[in-house]
């Protein structure tokens, strides 16, 4: 009796036309399987493999008829053939976990491969072969569950102690596979902070990058890393990576940092608050109140990389006791640019400010916001009269950035030409150049 027959005879209710399509389904079934032993040619050299493919081409067809006519069965439509699947999966899970057993490594292998390829189901067998006694094959292994990720969390224990591995390539290849697990690998890549391998330490930092806000427990040992003299560029710029991306979290942590005593640490916690970006700005305002001027100093460095997010806190430094903290404001919103256009009415107070030094920055800041700071036009123009000449130099300068919104101030420019300052008169000739048409009654005192 063929096996055609055989079938056919199991169920009176099953068609001709039934088998055939269970065979095209079958094909759709097991064709990825049998490509994947082309590909791998290595595949069929083994006899529990062929055996399991040779088994799997015969059960096939027979379940998905009994799939077939159970769907005529509106009870039974989803939960049988549901089941029969399932079986199928079972059994090709248990001949890939046999294979575990096979003494040729490259069949240990190529399980591993497939396996993987089948999700969370393999995380049990795959969490066995971690034990293997070839390096390569708990290698695989590894890497396998990194590719199912957060769905191999219950490796999180196996790969944990993976890390002791004395062979560094093992643990950089667990610190990867935890860092696709996710949040629960968090403390386990922590620990692995202080491995004496510096390449190791740089993969758990990115690892924990990787991660994101939901790694803020490990804010601490990342601002260790900043901190800690044997640590490389690479793996302090890494921490300031992962830094900005916990996120707000690490906030209050940098803002601590920004008090130590070394000054590449303070500008490592300084990188990061600026990569937070806006988020970071609260807190950062809250530091201008700082009793120590030195904060409040770099505070404002991180808020000037922040950007035009952070002009209203840069504003109310610009009443700051200490001149070098207005003047570290006053550069910041000049950085900034036109940006920072909200600022003009406070750096126009600034301009009576009595530090000279000050005054001369709050007229370059006007001139870096340019036209947007046509509202200082007439404190820039009484500039023109400072007893210092190089505040006068800088705000003829600022009213040539202004252009031909600057027609009003004309007639002071052309009196600077007179000015006993060599570099304000020369000052003066290009801003009214930059006046344009609008400064044509300058031409005589040009010519």
Not at 181 to 199: C, F, N, Y
Not at 278 to 303: C, G, H, K, Q, Y
Not at 399 to 421: F, S
Request: hydrophobic content about 50%.
């Amino acid at each position: 009796m063929t096996l055609k027959q055989s079938l056919l005879r199991s169920s009176e209710a099953i068609t001709t036309d039934d088998y055939y399509k269970s065979w095209i389904l079958g094909i759709w079934f097991v064709v990825p399987f049998a490509l994947t032993g082309f590909i791998f040619d290595t595949f069929f050299e083994s006899n529990l493999h062929l055996a399991a493919l040779c088994a799997f081409f015969v059960a096939v067809p027979t379940v998905l008829l009994k799939a077939i006519n159970t769907l005529r069965d509106p009870i039974n439509a989803l939960r049988d053939p549901i089941n029969a699947l399932g079986r199928i999966r079972a059994a090709i899970v248990a001949a890939l976990i046999a294979s575990f057993r096979n003494p040729d490594s490259e069949v240990r292998l190529r399980a591993i491969d497939a396996l993987a390829r089948m999700g969370p189901k393999a995380v049990p067998a795959l969490i066995d072969t971690l034990r293997d006694p070839d390096n390569e094959v708990r290698s695989s292994a590894i890497n396998a569950l990194g590719r199912i990720g957060p769905e191999a969390r219950a490796a999180v224990p196996a790969l944990t102690d993976t890390l002791r591995n004395p062979d560094s390539n093992v643990r950089l290849r667990a610190i990867y596979a935890l860092g696709s697990i996710g949040p629960e690998a968090v403390s386990a890549l922590i620990d692995t902070l202080r491995d004496p391998d510096s390449a190791v330490r740089l993969r758990a930092i990115n690892a924990l990058a990787r991660i994101g806000p939901e790694a803020r427990a490990a804010v601490p040992a990342l601002i260790d890393t900043l901190r800690n003299p044997g640590s490389n560029v690479r793996c302090s710029s890494a921490a300031i990576e992962a830094l900005a991306r916990i996120g707000p979290e690490a906030v209050p942590a940098l803002i601590n940092t920004l008090r130590d005593p070394d000054n590449e640490v303070r500008l490592r916690a300084i990188e990061a608050l600026a990569r937070i970006g806006p988020e970071a700005v609260p807190a950062l305002t809250d530091t201008l109140r700082d009793p120590d001027s030195n904060v409040r100093l770099r505070a404002i460095f991180a808020l000037a990389r922040i950007g035009p997010e952070a002009v209203p806190a840069l504003i109310t430094s610009l009443r700051d006791p200490d001149s070098n903290v207005r003047l570290r404001a006053i550069n910041a919103l000049g950085s900034i640019g036109p940006e920072a256009r909200a600022a003009v009415p406070a750096l126009i107070d600034t301009l009576r400010d009595p530090d000279s030094e000050v005054r001369s920055r709050a007229i370059d800041a006007l001139a870096r916001i340019g036209p947007e700071a046509h509202a200082a036009l007439p404190a820039l123009i009484t500039s023109l009269r400072d007893p210092d000449g190089e505040v006068r130099s800088r705000a003829i300068n600022a009213l040539g950035h202004i252009g031909p919104e600057a027609r009003a101030a004309v007639p002071a420019l052309i009196d600077t030409l007179c000015d006993p300052d060599s570099e304000v008169r020369s000052r003066a000739i290009d801003a009214l150049g930059r006046i344009g048409q609008a400064a044509h009654a300058a031409v005589p005192a040009l010519i």
